[in-house]
Each structure stands twice: as C-alpha cells, then as structure tokens.
C-alpha cells in the first residue's frame, strides 16, 4: 500500500514529506511507525533531535495516524526518559 507521510518539528513546522510504499504497513498506524522509523534512519546516530517531533501518515480512504517521536526516543538507548 502507498502513503503519504509528514513529519512535524516541536513548533508544528512541517520539516519532511515523503510517500511510502511498504507492504507491510497495512494500516495507518504502521505506516506512521514505519515512516518514523525512516526518520529516524535519516538522522542517526543523533536520535535526540528529533525530540517533541510527529510523524502524521495516511492514505485516501484508509484514514490517518500519529507517531510520537518521543515515545521512540524511550526505546532508544541511553536517549529520552
């Protein structure tokens, strides 16, 4: 399935847009995950950067979902509280 994926700074800025093709992301909520997983990809190792951001996906007809950076961050070793 293919989304569309934003992410958003702590201001609310939105900072990324890209679309993502994964078959396994069959619903919006793993497509958020997964979409964040790709951020977090992009600025490795300096995981922290990215606390406070969101991740929003979605597809038409299909409906939306959020990803919490910070809530990644708590799985991240030594990052996050």
Same mark, same amino acid.
């Given at each position: +399935?293919?989304? %569309?994926? !934003? &992410?958003?700074?702590? =201001? /609310?800025?939105?900072?990324v847009?890209?679309? @993502?093709?994964?078959?396994?992301? +069959?619903?919006?909520?793993?497509?958020?995950?997964?979409? +964040? =997983?790709? @951020? +977090?990809?992009?600025?490795?190792? !300096?995981?922290? %950067?990215?606390? /406070?951001?969101?991740?929003?996906?979605?597809a038409? /007809?299909v409906?939306?979902?959020? &990803?919490?950076?910070?809530?990644? @961050?708590?799985?991240? !070793?030594?990052? /996050?509280?």
């Open positions: +399935m293919t989304w %569309r994926w !934003e &992410a958003f700074d702590p =201001a /609310g800025v939105r900072q847009a890209d679309v @993502l093709s994964d078959p396994w992301a +069959m619903t919006a909520d793993v497509a958020a995950d997964t979409a +964040m =997983a790709h @951020l +977090m990809v992009r600025v490795r190792p !300096e995981f922290g %950067r990215l606390a /406070g951001w969101r991740v929003r996906a979605w038409a /007809g409906g939306e979902a959020w &990803a919490d950076a910070d809530e990644w @961050l708590r799985t991240v !070793e030594g990052v /996050g509280g």
